[in-house]
């Protein structure tokens, strides 16, 4: 009897918390030109039930509240337990009062290096390097949480963002590229450095702004929601006089452009000419996007 009510606690206790994440993981190898071997199909399976599987945080997420996201894997070619691949990473977040989810996290992760044994364990510690293949997929999740949670309270991805730097710093011992200051100005150590920075302050607030005072707001007052878009995103004016063509605005339209767009060429009305032009200047890559914007 004593043996059964254990039972029932550690089972209660497990179920306390939830995965937070609800991932999508495709293993595409089709320029190494043998797609089809077992061990790309094993990878895919492990890194799902890896991703998915394992408890992030100390948070309790129901089921509705996982947050949707994908990783796709791109390899360009193995030999033996030696993969060289790529990583597209995409998290999005449902906007209140409707049924749309707003893109959050876009990441084109060209450095994606590993060893993969087939079957071998796949275990994440947060404070010691395992394999680049568990820190890169490790250090990803940390930025999905720390973005989602950064959309739905000021500076609310706090420990997620200091759990990323913490599996950045350690993952310099692999000597894989990306994790140190001289692998370039769009790195994983870039990334968590910049946001951190205080250099790059706005960007958490346009992250709050734009999503919780602004898309969340647009089934309330669709206007007043755009109106309120638009005064997040000149908040990346002062960022951008700071420190002009920083990687950190290139992640965040790679994430948003479109959607930008789409909200500004329909719906009510808004005068956003100052808008286009703060737009024009801070993301010319996607000046084609801007051109097509209404007011």
Known sequence: M???????????????????????????AQLTGNENVQVFKTLERQLKEFINNTTWTDKTFKPQE???????????????????????????????????????????????NF?????????????????????????????????????FAPKGGDEYYAQAQVISNYSQQGNYSGWKL????????????????????????????????????????AKEGKLSVAKSLNGLKEMNNRRPNSYLMRVFFDAKAEEIEDIFSGGPTVNISDLVSILTRIAPMHASKWRNINF
């Open 182 to 221: 001289e692998d370039g100005n769009q790195s994983r150590f870039i990334l968590i450095d910049n946001v951190l920075s205080d250099t790059y302050k706005e960007f958490r607030d346009v992250l709050y702004d734009y999503h919780r005072k602004g898309l969340d707001e647009m089934s309330n007052d």
């Open 2 to 28: 004593r043996k059964l009510i254990f039972l029932l606690i550690v089972i209660v206790s497990m179920q306390s918390y939830s995965q937070e994440l609800n991932c999508e993981v495709i293993v595409n």
């Open 66 to 112: 996982r947050i949707n996201c994908s990783m796709v894997i791109n390899v360009t070619d193995y030999n033996n337990d030696n993969f060289q691949a790529s990583i597209q990473v995409q998290s999005a977040r449902p906007v209140y009062g409707s049924s749309y989810s707003t893109p959050v996290y876009n990441y084109n992760d060209k450095d994606f």
């Open 115 to 151: 060893q993969y044994l087939e079957f071998q364990n796949m275990v994440y510690n947060a404070n010691q390097f395992e394999s680049n293949l568990i820190s890169v997929l490790a250090f990803h999740v940390y930025m999905i949480l720390g973005m989602d949670a950064d959309t």
